[in-house]
């Protein structure tokens, strides 16, 4: 058996551990990349849930109404009455 130099067994373990560090960062930088779109992906898909249920509320608001036969929303006495006075 061949005895190894302990330099050249020292620069392959270098060279290893540097190679392996670069890979462990690109795979965090893809991963922090995913997660980010993920989170962005949950944000619009809330946004859009939250607005189809505000149009939703709104519909519900507009049947009701006509279903009363209030066709306009009329401001409260309060307001009307500053509305006069001005």
């Known amino acids: 058996m ?9 620069d ?5 551990q540097t190679l392996l560090q670069q890979m462990q960062d690109k ?5 922090d990349q995913i997660i980010g779109r993920n ?3 949950d944000q619009i898909k809330s946004h859009r849930s939250m607005s189809t249920r505000i149009d939703d ?3 519900n608001i507009a049947d009701l109404m006509t279903q009363a036969g ?3 929303i009329e401001a409260p006495p309060e307001k009307a009455k500053e509305g006069q006075g001005s």
């Open 2 to 10: 061949a005895e190894t130099d302990p330099k050249s067994v020292q």
């Open 12 to 16: 392959l373990t270098n060279v290893v």
């Open 27 to 31: 795979f965090q930088t893809m991963s």
């Open 39 to 41: 989170i962005l992906y």
């Open 57 to 59: 509320l709104e519909k």
């Open 70 to 72: 209030v066709e306009e």
